[in-house]
């Protein structure tokens, strides 16, 4: 007679990948953030901006997912920080594997922080789990104001909402971007987000995500 | 004995409903345009003023795709032309089935040119055909000129690149944004592709757009 064990959940290869990554970063104590967003909403500048401007404070290291080039991991390593590039060809998102294998390459141990920079696309990602801490989407306010209402999952998904380009709100070139529906349609999906209204290009705004993210570096550490 | 037919095409299910499309609108002789861009470039306000402005010269049908909601749909019909919502829920792209199903509920007959405008995404939609003539790309300057170098392949099989949002340029808003390189890398990928500059919410530049596409209906019927 065989037995037929039930109850042990049957894991995706990218599961699999992603709880090896969630293993890793649990042993190092090491909070790792992935940035979903669309293509052009700024990822690239808040990360540069914020391995700057928390200089001394938190250590950081990048992964970069992108379809094509290494545009991105060089303005990242232009600040000193680490960053490995991860070219996905035609794939649409980062995988939990191609994740681990970049771990290998930065020095974790070093590291406070954590952050990989999905490819940017604002569906697909966010049904990708990576062994991250959190996801954290990014909305450029040239984007328009509905996008939580048409593409819910990922604001339903992530523990923060970063509003980047709020100098195009002050600038008065944005007449219809409506910042309130963002805000209540966010929460209505999700009524835990934490939102920052951000300009990563003048700095407006950052200091309260930073607080937030070295809050959270803490929380992983005690 | 059995014979094997060698050299006939295996057509993926996506295909059939493509080729199904394609000839659908042959035998009607009607323009189909598959319109691409990240979320946020200004597809709907490109094709809700394009409507608007060829009135009387050009009847337009638009077939929208959207993870959620039909805000879109709701815009193009403000403008009295017919427009049929598809929501792909979780998908990232529209199939040639779903158009192929919506193409039904649009009065073809009554019509020189059918938009579909895809989900907004820079990646997934440019791997699906839907039995279009003509694929075309919408960048928005909001989102950076390295785009045609990190998200080469719908650029490469566009027959016209959009650079919509040309008003935030010349507000001076955009330091870092270099047109010249957008219209260099994508002529790298596609030397033929036509290239309008174009501001949707004032209307600048939209004219050789008009006549563009009116040329393009042209070479159809004909």
Same mark, same amino acid.
């Given at each position: ?145 509905? =996008? ?5 999952? $990922?604001? *339903? /998904? ?5 509003? @980047?380009?709020? !100098?195009? &709100? ?20 999700? =009524? ?5 209204? $951000?300009? *990563? /290009? ?5 200091? @309260?995500?930073? !607080?937030? &993210? ?9």
């Amino acid at each position: 007679m065989y037995k037929v064990k039930v109850g042990k959940k049957i894991l995706s290869a990218n599961e699999e990948f992603a709880v090896k990554n969630r293993k890793l970063l649990a042993k190092h104590k090491k909070l790792c953030i992935n940035v979903i967003s669309s293509p052009g909403s700024g990822k690239t500048t808040i990360l540069s901006r914020t391995i700057n401007e928390l200089k001394g404070k938190l250590r950081i290291g990048v992964i970069e997912g992108d379809v094509q080039t290494d545009i991105d991991a060089q303005k990242i390593r232009a600040t000193g920080a680490p960053a490995v590039q991860i070219n996905t060809e035609s794939a649409c998102h980062l995988s939990a594997a191609q994740v681990s294998n970049a771990l290998k390459d930065l020095p974790i141990g070093d590291l406070d922080l954590i952050f990989i920079e999905n490819v940017g696309n604002l569906v697909c990602p966010s049904a990708f789990e990576l062994g991250e801490n959190a996801k954290i989407v990014v909305l450029s306010t040239a984007e328009g104001d509905d =996008k939580p209402a048409k593409y819910p999952v $990922i604001f *339903a /998904k992530s523990k923060a909402l970063l509003i @980047n380009k709020t !100098d195009l &709100l002050k600038a008065g070139v944005l007449e219809d971007f409506n910042i309130k529906r963002v805000k209540s349609d966010s929460r209505k999906l999700n =009524k835990d987000i934490a939102i920052f209204e $951000i300009s *990563a /290009k003048n700095g407006e705004g950052m200091s @309260n995500w930073y !607080d937030w &993210l070295v809050n959270l570096v803490g929380s992983i550490k005690s």
